[in-house]
């Protein structure tokens, strides 16, 4: 257990729709990261928050978005679904913004976009 | 831009035995970070082994350990005394030194133990 923690663990939508994931760092982390994992495009970077503030941008599309709240945790937000969307969603924490800093992985939360 | 390249789609190895998976990357960085990552069937990311480009002395731990060529840009994954275990995909990852460190992920070799 990475002491990173996502949910919901699996959802089932459909096209056009809007999801919300959600995710919790470790205890202590101020940077969060999400990722998608796809069969097609593999695993890729879409965002990452340092202490509440957006700190790098990915391959993330203009009908997702993201925010990290007070408490230090984040929520991706998926707009207008597509099939094409349907993926895991990893959420990985990290200490702070520093290099040095390794980063740790949620469970994920698998999308289906039927 | 960074690339991270694995050409094993699937590889296999008996219990007991030890197998090495590659990775090779390109990038004009002088500062960057290696990573091997472990994906089971439970599809958690679990770090297995981290490197250090600017350190010459090779990443251990446990059974695990890397051959890291910074001039060849390769950085392979040595198993010893594979486990059932182990039997999950691992995912070879790049991360440019500074303040924006997110992982560039390589497609994955599929990794199974037989007993």
């Known amino acids: 257990d990475s002491g990173v923690t996502q949910t919901p663990k699996h959802l089932i939508t459909a096209t056009g729709q809007r999801v919300t994931l959600r995710c919790s760092p470790r205890?202590?982390?101020?940077?969060v990261y999400w990722y998608q994992q796809s069969l097609d495009q593999g695993l890729q970077f879409l965002i990452q928050?340092?202490?509440?503030?957006?700190?790098a941008k990915g391959n993330i599309l203009e009908r997702f978005s993201a925010q990290q709240f007070p408490d230090l945790h984040s929520e991706l937000n998926l707009s207008s679904l597509e099939l094409g969307d349907s993926a895991l969603y990893f959420c990985?924490?990290?200490?702070?913004?520093?290099?040095?800093?390794?980063?740790?992985f949620g469970p994920g939360t698998r999308l289906l976009v039927l | 831009a960074q690339t991270v390249t694995q050409s094993q789609p699937e590889m296999s190895v008996q219990e007991a035995e030890t197998v090495t998976l590659s990775c090779t990357y390109d990038t004009s960085e002088s500062n960057y970070y290696l990573f091997w990552y472990k994906q089971p069937p439970s599809r958690q990311m679990i770090l297995v082994i981290r490197?250090?480009?600017?350190?010459?002395q090779n990443a251990t731990e446990n059974r695990f350990s890397v051959n890291f060529q910074k001039a060849a840009k390769s950085f392979s994954l040595k198993i010893s005394d594979s486990q059932l275990g182990d039997t999950a995909m691992y995912f070879c990852?790049?991360?440019?030194?500074?303040?924006?460190?997110?992982?560039?992920f390589g497609k994955g070799t599929k990794l199974s133990v037989k007993p």
């Open positions: 990852a790049f991360m440019k030194g500074g303040s924006q460190g997110n992982l560039i």
């Open positions: 490197q250090e480009a600017y350190k010459q």
């Open positions: 205890s202590g982390d101020l940077s």
């Open positions: 928050y340092y202490n509440g503030e957006e700190r």
């Open positions: 990985a924490s990290s200490v702070g913004d520093d290099d040095q800093e390794t980063q740790y």
